[in-house]
């Protein structure tokens, strides 16, 4: 049968490496000189003991890294619960130097001239109130010179009680 062009031929002749890995596997186990493969047999055996004495000393630092990683975790906790006391006792001190109480003095002070029986103290509520919805109006970002043009550029869904604010803004004014 006669190849024709679609038939894959294959050529017979190419490199040979078998001398070649003949030779090498010769040099290590004494198929070759008996000087050579000497040599090359201790160099193999030094290998094998720098390597394992290398596996050890590197077993040994990694079980250092991780008992050392460990001990700088529980540190690390045992230095944030201090620093955490500290703060808490650093709070409580600056509560008793400054009153100790943390509720707004302001509206304190406007539910005060509410409950007082002068319609002058009910006038002063109504502009501290104001003046403080003002002021929260301007801390939220709300646009607008005054506090109804503040009010104008809420829309109804952010506030709910927005009505209410409206309310209170035309008694005041």
């Not at 001398?19 to 010769?26: A, G, L, N």
């Not at 050890?56 to 050392?68: K, Q």
């Not at 540190?75 to 109480?101: F, P, V």
């Amino acid at each position: 049968m006669q190849p024709d062009d679609n038939d894959i031929l294959y050529d017979s002749y190419g490199v040979d490496f078998s001398p070649v890995f003949r030779s090498i596997y010769d040099t290590f186990t004494n198929g070759g000189t008996t000087g050579a493969s000497d040599f090359w047999l201790s160099l193999l055996s030094f290998i094998d003991t720098v390597w394992t004495w290398w596996s050890v000393i590197a077993f040994l630092l990694a079980l250092l890294f991780i008992i050392g990683t460990i001990y700088a975790y529980l540190r690390i906790n045992e230095y944030t619960l201090l620093m955490t006391d500290k703060l808490a006792r650093e709070h409580q001190a600056w509560k008793e130097l400054h009153g100790g109480s943390t509720a707004n003095t302001r509206w304190s002070e406007v539910e005060r001239h509410v409950q007082s029986d002068r319609p002058n103290d009910w006038k002063l509520a109504i502009i501290e109130a104001d003046i403080m919805l003002g002021e929260a109006l301007e801390t939220y970002g709300f646009a607008g010179s005054s506090i109804g043009e503040q009010l104008k550029s809420i829309p109804p869904t952010q506030m709910q009680t927005l009505q209410d604010a409206w309310d209170a803004h035309l008694i005041r004014n």
